[in-house]
């Protein structure tokens, strides 16, 4: 069983919530304080959000809820996407790369020195970009992406005072 983490919001009103300029939006101030909160929870933790909120509705509880899961939900969806991006440019570097190493020693004979030292070069340099990227890239973006999944998953408890 994984432990648990809480995030308490404490709120006068539920219209802290919501972004001033689209009242389905989570507003920026909540999104900041989250991801400032969530730094602080193991990343294997499952997190509770629990918010007081006096005199919430059903419906502005359910607002809330659907705020902080379609934003956080989106911000996943993001960056997998970023994340398929990324790998079929590896992919495509790693294959152009090798290409061009066997392209210029198989015209090595033929062609004059030049040419097949270019396509050498080029070639080393498609790879090197591939292990660049794996090797020394920070993993930040990986670490955010798996705080914007924890916040996804989370569970909304609220506690109206």
């Not at 919501?18 to 929870?41: A, G, P």
């Amino acid at each position: 069983m994984r432990k648990k983490s809480e995030i308490t919001i404490t709120a006068d009103h539920s219209e802290i919530f919501f972004h001033e300029l689209n009242d389905q939006l989570l507003s920026n101030m909540i999104v900041d304080y989250l991801n400032t909160q969530v730094k602080r929870v193991p990343l294997k933790n499952e997190i509770i959000l629990k918010i007081q909120v006096p005199h919430g509705s059903q419906e502005e509880i359910n607002r809330i809820k659907d705020a902080i899961y379609d934003y956080y939900q989106l911000q996943v969806k993001q960056k997998e996407s970023y994340q398929k991006f990324s790998t079929m440019k590896k992919i495509i570097l790693c294959i152009l790369g090798f290409f061009l190493i066997f392209l210029s020693t198989v015209i090595s004979d033929i062609i004059p020195v030049v040419l097949p030292e270019i396509l050498l070069i080029a070639g080393w340099v498609a790879i090197w970009e591939v292990v660049d990227d794996l090797l020394f890239t920070d993993p930040t973006k990986q670490l955010e992406e798996k705080r914007a999944l924890q916040l996804a998953k989370a569970t909304i408890l609220f506690d109206e005072t």
